[in-house]
């Protein structure tokens, strides 16, 4: 199974982007899913989660900003951002279990990452 990231670009601060992440299998049904960056010179935090029962949760510093979703049809997990700042400048991933395969305490399945950038 891959995921494939997409979305990312260049946004001025204000601004919104939606970061999507598509499971290559046909059959693939998501479970507890996530979201986490990497900015530069920094380890990958995480950004916002969702279980398998759709609870979520997010970071301190896109609460309000940032919501994530899930589209089990369409095997897609989605991170809708809004109030774009500086400070969200990073590398994007995806990640999740599937209901076949689950990591204790992690993630099996992580996309390639994508870039956001926003200007101030």
């Known amino acids: 199974v891959q995921l494939q990231a997409s979305g990312g670009g260049f946004v001025q601060a204000g601004g919104s982007l939606r970061l999507s992440c598509a499971a290559s299998?046909?059959?693939?049904?998501?479970?507890?899913s996530a979201w986490y960056r990497q900015a530069p010179g920094q380890q990958r935090v995480l950004v916002a989660s969702i279980t398998s029962g759709g609870v979520t949760n997010y970071a301190d510093s896109v609460k309000g900003r940032f919501t994530i979703s899930r589209e089990n049809a369409r095997r897609t997990l989605n991170l809708q951002m809004r109030s774009l700042q500086a400070d969200d400048t990073a590398v994007y991933y995806c990640?999740?279990?599937?209901?076949?395969?689950?990591?204790?305490?992690?993630?099996?399945?992580w996309g390639q990452g994508t870039l956001v950038t926003v200007s101030s």
């Open positions: 990640a999740c279990n599937s209901r076949r395969h689950r990591q204790i305490g992690g993630y099996a399945y």
């Open positions: 299998e046909s059959d693939f049904q998501f479970d507890g």
